[in-house]
């Protein structure tokens, strides 16, 4: 096999190095009008027809005999069938990942929270779970089983009643280990639909499959198209980009553990990126040339080619504090701070979805059993955007009770501002709680 790389060389000091930038940085997720149309037809027809839609596509699209929903539905016992049918040692990897992933997002629950005040007047904020989520999971052999501890995890530690799992199982390839990290995970319900049918029936709810309250999980264009037509209808969690890593080196890690970080992202797809800023040119050179050397060694060898050479960069900057510019300006998904004290540097990071600090913190630990999310924002989205948390799964109401005193004086402010808008029923609203000595003041 011939692989070579071509990796595109930046210079921060450059006069048009921030046009360079945007170019690579450049990324659109919308789908052409064939693929919307065909997305928007199948919604509809699940929404019309509901589990014989779902068959229906399924045999079309999966390859998979369906008589009926019966047979797209896997139970409890099913689950924990795949604990047996995997390998002692992958059990122990997936029980030990879910239990720090369970650690870590259980210091992210919210609490209710009240506080009254002198005249009695009470304020605070219900936490809420949702009722229901809904998990979406690549199927067939490119599977992710790290995927559904992420996703399915986070939902019960918020108390989500009911957690449905949908995953394709193309010409019936079944991914006996993502079945077990469902189990492992909690998970109540699957089925083994996909596409922008599963979303549907997810949001919309079918006979057999029951309506959820949010979508979360990742997929391929049309599982991305079909989330943005049912916002609203139901929540997503994002609509996610190619993978990111950016990795910000001193120029005294080894280069080969640098270049083996970008290719952890570079494989994921032909689209993913993957770039290292350092202020060493020297240090540049030798990451180029572990990547020239590492290449063909790699197993997805053509598809780290095709992202490196397509997406990747090499940019040098002046020192580290245009460094950690850059970054910011890039809002990377990962962001490894390969320095002797990341530390120090952490306060200057304002946009990233997760921060990786020292040299021997790689990314890949994130991705599977670190504990924090690896549902992360993408496509410079971290700028206004967190990782997949507990908090997504849980609703926020505001509480207030006021006292008749409370009533009496708010009522005040609050009728010269709604008549101030002149929405005069709001003041009157306001005015009949105003205390009978008050209004004659």
Known sequence: MTVSTAIARLNAAD??????????????????????????DIIKAVRERGD???????????????????????????????????????????????????????????????????DGTVLGQKVTPLDRAGLYVPGGKASYPSSVLMNAIPAKVAGVGEVVMVVPTPRGEVNELVLA?????????????????????????????????????????????????????????MIAGPSEILVVCDGQTDPDWIAMDLFSQAEHDEDAQAILVSPDAAFLDRVAASIDTLLPTMERADIIEKSVNGRGALIQVRDMQQAIEVANRIA?????????????????????????????????????CAGPNHVLPTSGTARFSSPLGVYDFQKRSSIIFCSEQGASELGRTASVLARGESLTAHARSAEYRILTTEKGN
């Open 181 to 237: 990290a469902a189990c492992i995970a909690g998970v109540d319900r699957v089925f083994t639909v996909g596409g922008a049918q599963a979303v549907a029936a997810l949001a919309y709810g079918t006979a057999s499959v029951p309506k959820v309250d949010k979508i979360v999980g990742p997929g391929n264009i049309y599982v991305a198209t079909a989330k943005r037509h049912v916002f609203g209808q139901v929540g997503i969690d």
């Open 15 to 40: 006069p048009d190095f921030a046009r360079h930038l945007d170019h690579l940085l450049s990324w659109e997720s919308v789908s052409d009008e064939a693929v919307n149309q065909r997305v928007l």
């Open 52 to 118: 014989d839609a779902l068959v229906e596509f399924t045999q079309r699209f999966d390859g998979l005999q369906a008589d009926s929903i019966q047979d797209l539905i896997l139970d409890r016992q099913r689950l924990e069938l795949a604990l047996t049918r995997i390998t002692d040692t992958q059990r122990a990897a997936l029980e030990k990942a879910a239990e720090r992933v369970r650690l870590y997002h259980e210091r992210q629950k919210q609490d209710s929270w009240q506080y009254t005040e002198a």
């Open 332 to 368: 990377p998904e990962h962001l490894e701070l390969s320095v002797a004290d990341p530390q120090a540097w952490l306060p200057h990071i304002r946009h990233a979805g997760a921060i990786f600090m020292g040299r021997h913190t790689s990314e890949a630990l994130g991705d599977y």
